[in-house]
């Protein structure tokens, strides 16, 4: 009888470890997504729970959850989630920092401070007060990589 009971065990926390996903800023998409080695973007773990999913691998009642490491993900797309991925009321989607870590997804690109200088463009600075001219700064954005500035 304690053989079973620790097998029903073992299963149930099988079962419930097998739709946690982490993400973290210093981990590696290539990882399996554990809390030992996690995936890097939010792409792979969103992948993983619908992989399971259609293979039936997350059962009604169990929560599929993505958990996110603190640190900043700096996104360069936007991450989608589709009506599947929510799942159902009895077994949700559910994406959450760990614990009580501060997690920041941002959609900018940081530019670091060095990368500034005082502004230079003559026809720019002429429509300021001349007061603020010279606080006005300046970034060459093509020098550091940015070619997509969207659409003005």
Same mark, same amino acid.
């Given at each position: 009888m304690k053989s079973l009971l620790s097998l029903v065990l073992c299963a149930l926390v099988s079962s419930a470890n097998a739709a946690d996903f982490y993400v973290s800023p210093a981990g590696n998409d290539k990882n399996p997504g554990t809390l030992d080695k996690p995936f890097r973007t939010l792409e792979p773990a969103r992948n993983r729970v619908r992989s399971l999913r259609a293979k039936g691998g997350i059962a009604s009642g169990d929560t599929a959850t993505i958990w996110l490491r603190g640190g900043t993900d700096a996104r360069v797309?936007?991450?989608? #989630? !589709?009506?599947? $991925?929510? @799942? &159902?009321?009895?077994?949700?989607?559910?994406?959450?920092?760990?614990?009580?870590?501060?997690?920041?997804?941002?959609?900018?690109?940081?530019?670091?401070?060095?990368?500034?200088?005082?502004?230079?463009?003559?026809?720019?600075?002429?429509?300021?007060?001349?007061?603020?001219?010279?606080?006005?700064?300046?970034?060459?954005?093509?020098? #550091? !990589?940015?070619? $997509?500035? @969207? &659409?003005?």
């Open positions: 797309r936007t991450f989608e #989630l !589709g009506k599947a $991925d929510a @799942g &159902t009321p009895d077994a949700p989607l559910v994406v959450s920092a760990y614990g009580n870590e501060i997690v920041r997804l941002s959609g900018g690109v940081p530019l670091p401070v060095t990368a500034f200088r005082s502004a230079r463009a003559p026809a720019a600075l002429q429509r300021l007060p001349a007061s603020s001219r010279p606080f006005v700064v300046e970034a060459d954005l093509r020098a #550091l !990589g940015i070619r $997509d500035f @969207g &659409t003005h």
